[in-house]
């Protein structure tokens, strides 16, 4: 089984690589403007790593094939990016690294993941309310979340495609 370990500094150019891969699906769903996004820069991906929220699945020869970056939004561990390989898509890779988090958000005393998403695309909001996560309306958002949603419009993401998700930590279920 592949093992979860925290991103090393060593890491950040495959993690650029998984994410134009995954983001290349994008494609698929008539979403091309996703897919050309920038990717994140080695400087914001480190800032993940040091903080020590910043998450690698790796195969049997220690190389990153899925990530996780994670922020504190209203207190909450906020899960701003899950990108899977898509050579090891559909293996549950993002479901554990979720997991993950949510074993260290109850260590840092927090109660709850959030995430903001597309509503529509498969493997984004109908992926994450399968694995628990609900959408939280307008008013349920704090204002940091609220707030980062707006960030979102102002670089185009659609609102009305993106929601807002909301996952108690296993401790508070």
């Known amino acids: 089984m592949n093992s979860i ?3 090393r500094h060593s890491d950040l150019v495959v993690l650029q690589q998984i994410e134009l891969a995954a983001g290349a699906l994008f494609r698929d769903v008539g979403m091309p403007d996703i897919a050309d996004n920038p990717l994140p820069t080695i400087e914001a991906l480190a800032a993940f790593q040091e903080a020590d929220r910043s998450w690698v699945t790796v ?5 990153p094939i899925a990530f996780v970056l994670v922020m504190i939004v209203d207190g909450l561990a906020h899960v701003e990016q899950v ?3 898509p050579a090891y898509a559909r293996q549950g890779l993002g479901r554990r690294l979720i997991d993950h988090v949510d074993a260290w958000a109850v260590e840092q005393g927090m109660a709850a993941l959030t995430l903001t998403t597309f509503r529509g695309v498969p493997w ?3 992926y994450y309310q399968r694995i628990g996560f609900v959408t939280l309306a307008a008013e349920e958002r704090g204002p940091e979340l ?3 949603m707006v960030q979102e419009a102002a670089h185009g993401l659609d609102p009305a495609e993106r929601i807002a998700m909301r996952r ?3 401790l508070h279920r």
């Open 5 to 7: 370990r925290p991103t």
């Open 59 to 63: 195969d049997d020869d220690d190389q």
């Open 83 to 85: 990108s899977v390989s």
């Open 124 to 126: 984004n909001g109908p």
């Open 146 to 148: 609220t707030q980062l």
């Open 168 to 170: 108690p930590t296993r």
